[in-house]
């Protein structure tokens, strides 16, 4: 695949949203993300970097553009785990400021499968002056590299942990916090994750509600219901 095959590619991820199709499954977007899911090749990784320096305006397009090469890459990353991109993904929190953009990054990473001595550097360093909302969602990332092994992970997990509950807040605003981190304002928002994103706001919402507040997966469900409308 070639960067014009590649630009294409990221294009029709964008696909805007194609009210005659009834089943996911069928619009063009998620077509593309399935093609994406499937690639390994790490040659591609230089020219997705490419493509994102290419795209650093501040325009809704250009992020989407960023969002959606990065995505590409992390799912190579998933595929073919490669020390130098990983970096890269970490070292891209620092160059955007947009919320929804933050999150999509740590989002990407959450779920790579990292090995036991990859370093954690930059998503630590990211943590130190993180706002309340991305300081749980690298938590959530580095209490996953945690359960397989990495040792930075295992060391810097205690006082991650105690940072989150020193800017704990009450339950309400703990779901809405976690809700909107992920993009979801109302069930339409809802309705359109991917298994993924569904995945990533599950965890999430354990993490930081069930296990962390103590409450029920029933009285959870209860104030979601009664949030998300």
């Known amino acids: 695949m070639n960067k014009t095959q590649l ?6 991820m964008n696909t805007p949203y194609e009210p005659e199709i009834r089943g996911s499954w069928e619009m063009e977007s998620w ?23 290419e795209h650093r305006g501040e325009g ?22 490669d020390e130098k991109g990983f970096s890269f993904l970490l070292n891209e929190l620092f160059t955007e400021t947009d919320y929804w953009s933050v999150n999509s990054i740590l989002t990407n990473i ?4 990292i090995p036991q001595h990859t370093k954690l550097s930059p998503l630590l360093k990211f943590a130190e002056n993180a706002n309340r909302e991305n300081l749980r969602m690298v938590l959530n990332v580095v209490s996953e590299y945690k359960k397989k092994g990495n040792k930075d992970a295992i060391s810097a997990y205690p006082e991650l942990y105690k940072k989150v509950l020193d800017k704990s807040v009450p339950l309400k605003q703990a779901v809405i916090d976690i809700l909107h981190s992920h993009g979801i304002k109302s069930k339409a928002d809802l309705d ?29 469900v209860s104030l979601l219901n009664k949030l998300v409308k």
Do not use: C, H, M
Not at 110 to 113: G, R, S
């Open 7 to 12: 630009e294409n590619l990221i294009k029709r």
């Open 31 to 53: 077509k593309a993300k399935r093609e994406a899911e499937k690639l390994s090749d790490t040659a591609l990784l230089p020219v997705l970097e490419q493509i994102i320096d």
């Open 60 to 81: 809704d397009g250009e992020r989407e553009v960023r969002r959606d090469a990065r995505f590409i890459y992390a799912k190579i990353l998933s595929n073919n785990f």
């Open 110 to 113: 959450w779920f790579l499968d």
């Open 192 to 220: 359109k994750q991917t298994d993924e994103e569904g995945a990533a706001l599950y965890e999430a919402l354990k993490a930081g509600i069930l296990e962390e507040y103590d409450i029920t997966y029933q009285k959870l």
